[in-house]
């Protein structure tokens, strides 16, 4: 195996650590919170009454969607990110999330029977199809992919607009919601999707960041050590759309979790070095703390949680476009 | 074992560099390859290497088309170095050298045993032990072509093809790899690379060839292959040839250029 940096394991640790407390107090705070005396009886399946139904059918899968759709938005991000040697590159900039939304508003306009993750998942499918065909190769050029996926968002973003004006107001204010991203109307199924793609992605994505390394020293370098750089960079991107399109499909488009928690990750350990597991910790701690505070911190409870992420994320984009240009980079 | 390229055609994005290209590598000896600026030798360098695929013809390695081997597979015999690989940020020299194993790893074994002791003497073959633990970015040019040449050293490989490695070297340096290039023949390896300085790929390699537009002109000892006509037809310049007279090899000394005002062939 890669050797594995102290620093990495002892942040992956705290994150765990920090990713149950939050847990524990989405699952026991507020009117309807478990207590935490009944919290592990309920867990472990003696408990019966209100704290079963609180588990099982409201907290528990908004809490446990908001764990998966963090994961597959960190390893999105990471992916992504070590891919176009961007840090500003997440599958948002390809129009993944424009694509989801546009899905969403066309099916509850005029389909409206079908639910919305479907209508989801197929936009932000059609979107990274349209991106793959319009940059003539495919994801091999992240510079080429980028800038579609600038294009396809923006008619993605006009598709939606169109819809939310026409549609009648308190739909629109639901499908608002819906758009920024939300876990409110988060459900077992959306777990069990979130989770089976975690499941599958996680491990191949491991496979990755080695070569993904040796392509730093340039494709011909990494070629002449027997790796396949068009390959690599493929799958790498191919997994990144998979993670982020599931994740858009169970809670919306949740703007920046994919661009931050891989740099928080980076940050923190101080390694270049692309760590799939730290940013999948990073993302699930960010969207379950952001969904605890949409559900329990005065001024803001009760905002799609989307929100949330939009405002932290934006600062801290601000502060990342600013020290890139300092350093020159941008 | 043999590494050779049959019929190929090779280019970048529907320009041609060269078509119907046949050539062996010659076995066992330390090969210069020369040639005017942009004639292919980059380009014939990648196809060898497995690094750009031939649009057309075959590269053989040991009898087996190049497409049908995993690329580690090619990489464990094949070792070649670019001419402007890039220097990652925050890494460290031994880290690099390192990478020079990447073709013996597997997914679940990213180290073996021997594999420190291989490292260490890839360094001290090209004299960077001191810098081991230095990061790649603040080193010189000179200093980081050693680490890139002890990386692809560390991959033990039986040809090692090298894209102008004398580049970025002063002079004792240019003479201390050429030396390690005649090692690396002594030791069985099979050497080619790009150089640029004509006496010196004369003085050092024990093979010459001669790119000019995608066709091998000529190719032997350097004592066969230098020849007057061959300095003005390839070069456009108006050559004397005479001897060095340390080593006895052909020295080319510039009269003039053969097309005043420039560089005119049809
Ligand atoms: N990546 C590339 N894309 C397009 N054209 C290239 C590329 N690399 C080289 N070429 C072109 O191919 C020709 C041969 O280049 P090269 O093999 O690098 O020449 P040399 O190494 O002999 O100077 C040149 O005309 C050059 O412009
Ligand atoms: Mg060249």
Partial sequence: ?330 | MSLSLENVTLGYDGTVVASGLDFVVPEGEFTAVIGPNGCGKSTLLKALARVLRPSAGRVLLDGDDLRSLRPPAVARRVASLPQHPIAPESLRVRDLVARGRHPYHSLWRQWLPGDAAIVDAAMVATGITDLADRLLTDLSGGQRQRVWIAMVLAQQTNYVLLDEPTSFLDLAHQVELLHLCQDMRADGRTVLTVLHDINQAARYASHLVVLDRGTVVASGEPAEVLTTELLADVFGVDGVIGTDPESRTPMVTVRARVHPGGLVRP
């Fill in chain 1, 1 to 330: 195996m890669i050797p594995v940096r102290r620093d990495a394991v002892l942040y992956c640790g705290l994150t765990v650590l920090a990713v149950l407390l939050a847990s524990t107090a989405t699952l026991s705070l507020g009117r309807l919170g478990i207590p935490l005396t009944e919290l592990p009886s309920a867990l472990f399946g003696g408990a019966g009454g209100k704290s079963a139904f609180v588990l099982e059918r409201l907290r528990g899968p908004r809490l446990a969607t908001a764990v998966l759709v963090g994961a597959l938005l960190g390893l999105s991000g990471t992916l992504f990110q070590s891919v176009t040697r961007n840090p500003l590159g997440s599958p948002d900039v390809i129009g993944l999330g424009a694509g989801a939304g546009a899905g969403v508003a066309v099916t509850s306009l005029m389909f409206p029977g079908i639910p919305a993750p479907v209508g989801a998942g197929t936009g932000a499918g059609a979107a990274t199809l349209i991106v793959f065909f319009c940059t003539g190769k495919g994801f091999r050029s992240p510079t080429r992919t980028i800038i579609a996926g600038i294009g396809v968002a923006a008619m993605a973003y006009a598709v939606t607009q169109y819809v939310v004006s026409v549609k009648l107001r308190d739909a629109a204010a639901q499908l608002a919601a819906y758009l920024v991203g939300s876990l409110n109307a988060a459900n077992r199924d959306d777990v069990l999707i979130t989770g089976i793609v975690l499941l599958v992605v996680l491990p191949c994505a491991m496979t990755l960041p080695v070569s993904m390394r040796l392509l730093e020293m340039g494709d011909d370098t990494a070629a002449g050590l027997g790796v396949d750089p068009d390959r690599t960079r493929t799958a790498a991107i191919v997994l990144s759309v998979i993670a982020a399109g599931a994740a858009v499909a169970a809670a919306g488009p949740v703007s920046f979790v994919a661009l931050t928690a891989p740099q928080i990750a980076r940050r923190v350990i101080r390694s270049s070095e692309i760590g799939v597991i730290p940013a999948a910790l990073t993302g699930a701690l960010i969207m379950v703390v952001a969904d605890l505070a949409a559900q329990q911190m005065p001024l803001v409870r009760g905002l799609p949680v989307g929100v949330l992420t939009l405002g932290v994320g934006g600062l801290y984009l601000g502060h990342l476009l600013l020290s890139e240009h300092r350093k020159g980079r941008l």
